[in-house]
């Protein structure tokens, strides 16, 4: 099936194929089955296409997006993204909307959520009015490991506007009922987002931004298993993190 919009992207560039098949090292029959076929390219290669054209690579490319069917390594694997980037903030968002007992969010900063999905805070306090008990924790923008954890993935000190940022987002549900709100100084290996027996686990990459990591999808299947070591390590963070105040 022709793709039809990166015919028009390739057309609004003033690319021909030969021009665009030179950039991204490809023969010019290649970026022809693209746009004439519907063809996918290697993930890499799209990145480097959707930036040569400016455009968004999963809506040049939308089965990029879709997630690789896990292996029987585990019961519990639902399914394993390469990139947080190929999972859509909408995945995020249906997962706490299926929350009917609890919530938990683990990170540095996780703007993300509230920028591609606004109405985040209205979902979580719609969650927190139907009874669920909700707990998030957020880097403290002046702990040293948090401050490290930015330096890392090259952000200097634009991870500790982040994290400020994150908690002015979440404030105004600390005074709702089932809601905590806390800030933690702990060095995170992932970053950890929980629907009652359901998590998105976020692994950290030394170096880059954790939109550059995998994401694993978990359901929980029995006592001891991945699942369990998740909601151990988030108990575990919890139990050091500060209160934040109201005001």
């Not at 076929?37 to 890499?44: A, E, H, K, N, Y």
């Not at 923008?141 to 930015?150: E, K, L, T």
């Not at 970053?191 to 995998?214: E, I, K, T």
């Not at 991945?226 to 934040?244: G, I, K, Q």
Request: charged share 25%; with cysteine.
């Amino acid at each position: 099936m022709r793709n039809e919009r990166l015919r028009l992207a390739v057309a609004a560039g003033g690319w021909t194929h030969v021009t665009l098949a030179a950039q991204a090292g490809v023969d010019p029959k290649t970026v022809e089955r693209w746009i004439n076929l519907g063809r996918t390219p290697r993930r890499v290669t799209a990145l480097s296409v959707a930036e040569l054209l400016g455009e968004d690579v999963f809506a040049l490319w939308p089965r990029l997006r879709q997630p690789k069917a896990a292996r029987s390594v585990s019961p519990e694997l639902v399914a394993l993204y390469e990139r947080r980037a190929d999972v859509p903030v909408s995945a995020f968002a249906d997962l706490f909307a299926q929350a009917r007992q609890r919530i938990d969010v683990l990170v540095y900063a996780g703007l993300f959520l509230h920028e591609g999905y606004p109405r985040l805070r209205e979902l979580l306090r719609e969650r927190a009015l139907e009874g669920c008990t909700i707990r998030i924790a957020v880097g403290d923008p002046d702990n040293p490991n948090v401050r490290q954890r930015g330096s890392e993935e090259r952000f200097g000190y634009g991870i500790e506007s982040r994290c400020r940022l994150a908690l002015m987002h979440y404030l105004p549900l600390s005074g709702l009922a089932g809601v905590q709100l806390r800030t933690h100084g702990a060095t995170l290996y992932n970053s950890l987002y929980r629907a009652d027996d359901q998590f998105l686990v976020n692994a950290h990459v030394w170096g880059a931004n954790a939109y550059g990591a995998p994401v694993w999808h978990l359901r929980r299947n029995g006592d001891g298993g991945m699942f369990d070591a998740y909601a151990e390590s988030f108990d575990a963070v919890w139990a050091t993190a500060a209160p934040v105040q109201e005001g």
